[in-house]
């Protein structure tokens, strides 16, 4: 799709309260990110950039499985968005972390910011292991995105709802097989 054409969607899509990604299958996203990690959350913080124009959240991760990648036992990710002295920003489709959160994370380095990751397709690149009716799941909740198929002309899928993904343990061996390893 012609870049300008995609630009133009991101632009009308985001007046409508919703950001748009390239849509990617979770076995296209665990071949392409460069990092995915099962993770828990530590804390979060939001501050300005330098310019005060801009509020970016870091949030620190504690990793309980390296599924690809080497990223350490800590990672810090960086995300659009966030609240600082009662002045927020939000940024529709970004993920979020709540202290405590367990979830996969498909990761790619954040630019300009040595040893920080950004979340690869803003919330489509955040799993939750959570409950689902009483069991345990791998919900991934995309609230906020709209998804779009170049290839297919730019057409432009709003995204309903969190989505079961199985169980964790299943989800997590299918990410390991699409991202070409096994442990």
């Known amino acids: 799709m012609n870049p300008r054409k995609l630009l133009a969607l991101l632009v009308l899509s985001t007046a409508a309260s919703a950001t748009v990604v390239v849509h990617r299958t979770l076995d296209e996203m665990a071949q392409r990110s460069p990092v995915i990690v099962r993770a828990r959350v530590v804390r979060s913080i939001a501050a300005w950039d330098e310019q005060k124009r801009t509020i970016w959240t870091w949030t620190e991760l504690t990793v309980t499985d390296p599924i690809k990648g080497k990223p350490g036992p800590l990672v810090l990710v960086k995300q659009p968005g966030?609240?600082?002295?009662?002045?927020?920003?939000?940024?529709?489709?970004?993920?979020?972390?709540?202290?405590?959160?367990?979830?996969?994370?498909?990761?790619?380095?954040?630019?300009?910011?040595?040893?920080?990751?950004?979340v690869s397709g803003m919330a489509a690149g955040k799993v939750l292991m959570t409950q689902w009716k009483g069991l345990p799941a791998a919900v991934r909740d995309t609230q906020g995105l709209e998804f779009a198929r170049p290839a297919g002309g730019g057409v432009v899928e709003k995204v309903q709802g969190p989505e079961f993904l199985g169980s964790p343990e299943a989800f997590i061996q299918r990410i390991r097989a699409a991202a070409g390893g096994v442990k």
């Open 82 to 118: 966030g609240e600082v002295d009662g002045i927020g920003q939000a940024v529709s489709g970004a993920a979020t972390f709540r202290e405590g959160d367990d979830c996969v994370l498909f990761l790619e380095p954040a630019p300009h910011e040595t040893g920080a990751f950004m």
